[in-house]
């Protein structure tokens, strides 16, 4: 195990404004957990660069190391599940926001926090996919478990163009939906389609006060936008259909009526996977397994290192991330 190795460490002084620095760590350094995690790649979400900017109050503990996901190799376990050598990945459990997190060269983590990384992904694979793509995974799983099909007619997915959306739009297209793309960058349409998107849709359309029912225009949705996205795609949504939520880009405000759920039934599904239990995790990770082609990870995917991490989750809060920002740490 190295002597010492890297950090990113958000701190904050008496006066409660925030530094971000690149620090040199030892594991004595390192929080309570029993498995040690030598991180092989991190990325960047949202929840990451509001972390790493300040811009909303991710961070509880302080100091704190960032970083929600990551892929590594376990070098000391003292959890009977897992031994040095496995090959496992993590996404969420407060982990980049009241446990240290992924951007360093070493984690220490709950064994019971880890999932195996799938035979087919590599570490760079898995952090492409990330917090991103595991949750579009869940909310593809929550509308088939509502009973929904392509058959019911198509599929809505907002912020199309962010990591949630783009694996949304790939995995909804895979199963045979019909998927309506709504992204504020309508200069991504080519990039959109190729994920597999039909139609595009300006958000604008949907990101003003809008009517408690509109037309039916699609039988699913994935939001993960929130605020008056959502309530124009819930009020849009077919008699019995449904709609996950699983993000608040816009705001987690939701000034909607009851219209949609008593005149229509429709359904809102809310999707967590920060604390969702294990069982739904590997079967998240083995449908990403299982339906993932490896183009569409390439597509989804751009590479860059450690080094890149703070200005990357700078961007990605000024909105000009396209897709999935991968971090190999060595």
Same mark, same amino acid.
């Given at each position: 195990?190295?002597?010492?190795?890297?950090?990113?460490?958000?701190?904050?002084?008496?006066? &409660?404004?925030?530094? =971000?620095?690149?620090?040199? /760590?030892? $594991?004595?350094?390192?929080?309570? +957990?029993? #498995?040690?995690?030598?991180?092989?790649?991190?990325?960047?979400?949202?929840?990451?660069?509001?972390?790493?900017?300040? &811009?909303?109050?991710? =961070?509880?503990?302080?100091? /704190?190391? $960032?970083?929600?996901?990551?892929? +590594?190799? #376990?070098?000391?376990?003292?959890?009977?599940k897992w031994k040095a050598g496995d090959e496992v990945v993590l996404n969420g459990w407060g982990v980049g926001e009241t446990h240290y997190g992924a951007y360093a060269?070493?984690?220490?983590?709950? +064994?019971?926090?880890?999932?195996?990384?799938?035979?087919?992904?590599?570490?760079?694979?898995?952090?492409?996919?990330?917090t991103a793509g595991y949750t579009a995974m869940l909310s593809v799983l929550a509308l088939e478990d509502a009973g929904i099909s392509p058959a019911d007619g198509p599929a809505v997915v907002t912020g199309a163009s962010g990591g949630v959306g783009s694996f949304a739009v790939a995995l909804l297209a895979r199963r045979g939906w019909d998927v309506l793309a709504v992204t504020g960058r309508t200069a991504e349409a080519d990039y959109l389609k190729g994920l597999g998107a039909s139609e595009i849709i300006d958000r604008a359309e949907l990101s003003e006060p809008g009517k408690p029912l509109g037309k039916e225009r699609w039988a699913a949705g994935i939001d993960?936008?929130?605020?008056?996205?959502?309530?124009?795609?819930?009020?849009?949504?077919?008699?019995?259909?449904?709609?996950?939520?699983?993000?608040?880009?816009?705001?987690?405000?939701l000034p909607a009526t009851v219209a949609p759920f008593i005149l229509r039934g429709v359904s809102l599904l809310g999707i967590d996977s920060v604390m969702a239990p294990l069982e739904k995790r590997e079967r998240a990770w083995k449908r990403l397994s299982e339906d993932l082609d490896r183009r569409m990870i390439e597509r989804i995917a751009t590479d860059s290192g450690f080094d890149d991490l703070i200005d990357t989750a700078r961007e990605i809060v000024a909105g000009t991330i396209r897709g999935r920002v991968v971090a190999t740490m060595r």
């Open positions: 195990m190295a002597e010492t190795f890297r950090a990113i460490l958000i701190s904050r002084d008496a006066d &409660k404004k925030q530094s =971000v620095d690149v620090v040199e /760590m030892s $594991p004595d350094d390192l929080m309570e +957990g029993d #498995v040690d995690v030598a991180v092989a790649a991190t990325t960047v979400n949202y929840k990451d660069g509001l972390a790493i900017t300040g &811009k909303s109050p991710v =961070v509880r503990r302080w100091p /704190m190391i $960032p970083g929600v996901d990551l892929a +590594g190799t #376990v070098v000391r376990s003292d959890h009977p060269g070493l984690a220490r983590l709950k +064994g019971d926090w880890l999932v195996s990384l799938p035979e087919r992904f590599s570490a760079r694979d898995a952090m492409a996919i990330g993960a936008v929130g605020s008056h996205t959502l309530a124009n795609v819930l009020a849009s949504t077919k008699y019995h259909g449904a709609v996950a939520a699983c993000g608040l880009a816009q705001g987690m405000d």
